[in-house]
């Protein structure tokens, strides 16, 4: 009950499992047990006050599901999720929901068409009890207004907005219940590159502003980097690496995060440069296996690019990085116990450029393709 | 690849395909859409030309209308799209069907919704030289199949048999790929064949495009919003507007030294994976009504460096003086891009 007492992290989910039944009903009958797509399968995650924690993966690695179980929107199958401490129920009251809100990707089909703003703000305004009545429309206004939208908004329906304008009604929304903690689903994805810029300034105000706690939920990076101070990587339904963002971006240590970093095209590639990374295989190789098909061990060896033996039988746990223990990777070879560099280019591994060569041996980096004058041209 | 794209401006490699003073208009019940407003292009052989720009700005308009697939109420207005010297604008669809397929294909941004789902993958993939080619029906399934193993679909003999729903998505966009490739077009149009992908899978495709583009020195025209992917693939970039050309050029030189107000904003507006910047500049206000467009440019409503003349001069693109490179902008004040640009970049 003692909200904010400072010491423990605010959101806390131990070992979150969600899993969907496929399938038809009757194969599931004769079986005697339904096919479970696991999509969550044993995920801890601390959420500390005021952080903004980013979740990213590829489609499928169950990213968005995990997102809408610590909101509540969906129930965990297995583990449990704390708030200050305390063990929410698998349905929560009213004011634990109050405390996680969302903010959904398509502005398009997450508001209602046929509510005016002010009366979509002034029905939650009053189920929740907010405000007094007689101060709902004061309050809705004012709402508008710290997402950059005007009183007269309050009159207009969603379909008399823009994409972006949209995605600002709905973070009002959210914000209507003065929520805690702000879950945010690719809020920028189905917007335009010059809207974009506008959604990301507004929920970094907004975070400074009212001393938001931010999950965000996005496959862009840059937009990661952008906005949030710690990352998650999810793969498969697990997280196989967190840490502090520009550590994590700078030196990622799990060979996944490798891959996605250098899968990410760049502005400022240097011609020569794009000429040898064309020459390269794909960052990362195959697509994901199915959910319903978990590779045995480690879960990413069928595309790792330094799997080895054990990597098929042993499943890698999520430890902390020795050296720095804000940073943690569920990968054997992790923390350059053991041979990091596919087989065929130990050499180059062991002659870094700088002085400062690191002691574990890493494989391509996206921070390294930019060195020095990073803007020259030919 | 062919890295020097001097063919551009009428080298070695030679015009092939040419869009000259493009007008698309659609006709509605709050008057006419003018989708394409007076766009010109070209492409060389073995050349990738990225076209750049919003949802609404007119790139796949421009795209379809050079394949002849514009939707039913839209119409070619004005202006010519020259194949090898011919006209494709006046040509009946049977005479265009004829350059479909062993001229030009298109990939598509939806695989899902552009393949045929109840038909199998080989037989799609098939289809295009038993008509096109006179392939027998043994002979275009082993067309088929080579196809499949150069675009890189494992175990090719099974998946030949599949359906498209039993293809993951980087999958189904690899068999759009071979699909387009089964007549050995000179050209590919790509409308936006990544943006539905994840990012390590758009990363394989991106690569697969470049590889085919050396091997077989086919030409794309690649229509996407994301100017990093442009910067990936192609050597030239077109940036659209409001229906208009606003910059064209080098890639390199575009993106990192915009010469247009838009492109600046453009570039500006997206986080950088490189660098983290304390605020994103956005665009301000809102892409343009096509009905009745904003008078002179049409990025002056939004144009922080806009003057008077901005509001009522014509603004066709230009070509830079000085430039090695054939480098254009329609921008009237594009001295101002410079001075931003400098003062904008944090130099390393």
Redesign the interface.
Known sequence: MTAGAGTGPLLSAEDIAVYFPVGSQLAAAVRHQPRMLHAVDGVDLDLAKGEALALVGESGSGKSTLALTLAGLRGADRGQIKLDGRVLRANRSRADQRRIQMVFQDPYSSLNPRLTVGGMLAELLKVHHIVPRGEVTAYSAELLRLVGLGEDALRAQPRQFSGGQRQRVAIARALALRPDILVADEPVSALDVSVQATILNLLRDLRAELGLTLLLISHNLAVVRHLCDRVAVMYLGRIVEIGPAAALFANPRHPYTRGLLAAIPRLTVAPDQAEKEAEEGPAVAGDMPSALRIPAGCRFRTRCPIAQDICATQDPALLHDPADPARQAACHFAFGTAPLVPAAAPAAAAAPDGPDGPDVPRQRQPGQRQTGPGLRKE | ?S?DWAGGAGGAGGRLLEVRDLHVQIPTRRGTVRAVDGVSLEVAGGEALGLVG??GSGKSMTLRAILGVLPSEAKVTAGQILLDGVDLVPLSSSDLNKIRGPKMSMIFQEPMSALNPVMRVGQQIAEGPRVHLGYSRARAAERALELMRRVGIPDPERRFRAYPHEF?G??RQRVMIAIALSCDPEFILCDEPTTAL???????I??LL??LC?ESGVSLIFVT?????V??LCQRVAVMYGGQLVETGDV??V??EPRHPYTL???R??????E??E?????PG??PSLVSPPSGCRFHPRCAFAEEDCTVLPTPLRELAGRPRARSTACLHYERCEDAAGAG?A??
């Open positions: 690849m890295g919003e949802s993951s980087g999958m994840d990012v390590t899978i758009q990363d394989q991106l690569r470049a590889r050396a919003h994301d100017l990093p992917v910067a990936q390199r030189d993106l990192l904003g453009l570039v507006s997206a986080p950088d994976i490189e983290v910047r605020s994103l500049v956005p665009i809102s892409p970049r130099v390393p």
